[in-house]
């Protein structure tokens, strides 16, 4: 447990130092634990050594500025690289493209609408789109990916969905119905089957609603209600990939957009739910593979750990 604490506050430490010259040694030093033993505990937990990791972040933080306006050499000699050949590299090794393609992805993003961290993180989408806007986003992604959309089926559940939640509100207001419908299109963007997005629209129904089990049985496809039924009784536990992989993609879908959307809450959960993502639910995410859903369940963890470390 004090070993787990240690790593994430030195997640912090790398990020508030990441425009400095850092090493293993003076992380470790900030751990308050020798280099090696650091070094052993910190690739166990983050599946990456450390320096691997500085690395990646500088690039995410990277790839913002550039996307930010920043020219990319100096964004390049910001974080730490001392040729803009050496940051070229960096960058196409991590992301499979060069920089400068940062740029024509801006002009399109303000052409087309969009996510500007795509290349990095899942697409996302307005916070206070409606749910009509959110079924046409959804469709649209599940033609990207290649489901095969009936779309007479998708209005049906669709409109099950929205029967279900009616009346729900969210902490920041909008209509409940908004938030599985989310959780939907993520799962279409991380290729999941028609079920599984499906079922993403009743991610949490049994809990948040009267509607019972029994009842979504009769009215759902069967796949889709088998994987609703399970998601009820599931919870956020390494045990829980017996219940398969379709369960553990809609409780990441659904935490994923749980925490674009954590602004709404109080000061104090936000740092809960940060920290509760970073040692429990990121771990968990590696064991599916979805780097681009880890990338920002990570980024927006630190971000609210941020405010203030917790003490354990």
Known sequence: MEMMR?????????DNHLEEPITVSSIADAAGYSEYHFSRCFKQEMQMSVMEYVKKRRLIKASDAILSGEKIIDAAFRFGWKTHSGFTKSFKNEFGFYPALLKAMMMQIDDLGGSAMSHIFLKNTDIHSTKEQLLERLKEEMISTNVDIDEEELQYVYLLACLVYEGEKRYSGDEYITHPLNVAIILAEMSADKDTIYAGMFCDAVQKTSVTIEQLKKELPANTAAIVERLAVSTYDLDSISLGDEVLLVKLAERL??????????EERRRIKAKETLTQIIPIAKKIGQPKLINELHDLSLKYLHERIITS
């Open 257 to 266: 957009h749980n925490m674009r959307t954590v602004e709404c809450m109080g």
């Open 6 to 14: 240690q790593i994430r506050d030195s997640l912090l430490y790398i």
